[in-house]
Every structure is written in structure tokens, then in C-alpha cells.
């Protein structure tokens, strides 16, 4: 199956196919939430369900830069973040239990700056 460049010749190669099997799951725990006004001036309210344990929100930019931090905890639900410091543009709320990300989540933010 190597080419005369000692690489891999997949032309002739097939896909098995077990239509029995099961998809993969990675095991990603789904998080509903609601993000309220969005657009928003400043401040917002995020409401997180389903979340089982502990969590952290983090305001990240659109180049991925973290911009805040916030701790959740599984017993609350609704919770007011202030972005009144932050430029106007667009930012991301990402929910997170140690390196796993549970949801990711898209808010606007128009400040009278």
C-alpha cells in the first residue's frame, strides 16, 4: 500500500462499516442557559439549568482573550454579570468545569462609553 514516495496509498482503501455500532460520546455534559438582554448596555443576567457541580464563566473576546471570571455554583441558577467596564463588541460566555467546556454562548454588549 506505499507509493514510491514511501507514503500511504488509500486509492483502493474502504471504510468499514458496522451499522450496529454506537456513536462516540465523549461525555460532554449539556448545560442550558439563557442570556437576557442580549444585546446588552452593560449588564446582563445569565440563567444556567442542568448544571451539575460547580462551574466557572469566563467573558472571553473574540480573539480568546479572557476578559472576566466568574465562579457558578450547582444550587444557583440565575446570575447578573457586569461588562460595564468592557468596549463595546461582541464577547463570548463560556461555562466551564476544569478544562471542559460545557457551553459556549454569544453576547453583544453596545456601551455608552
Known sequence: MFDDANCVDLTSARLAN?????PTSYNKKEVE???YPNP?????????NS??????LEI????????K???????SRI??????????GIYFCRIKQETTVL??????LYNDK
Open 60 to 67: 472571553v473576546t473574540i480573539e480568546g482573550k479572557v476578559m
Open 18 to 22: 458496522n451499522s450496529n455500532a454506537e
Open 40 to 48: 446588552c448596555k452593560g449588564v446582563f443576567y445569565i440563567e444556567v
Open 51 to 56: 448544571l451539575k457541580g460547580n462551574a466557572q
Open 69 to 75: 471570571q466568574y465562579n457558578l455554583c450547582e444550587s
Open 103 to 108: 457551553k459556549t454562548e454569544k453576547i453583544i
Open 33 to 35: 442557559t439563557k442570556i
Open 79 to 88: 446570575y447578573l454579570i457586569d461588562m460595564d467596564n468592557l468596549e463595546s
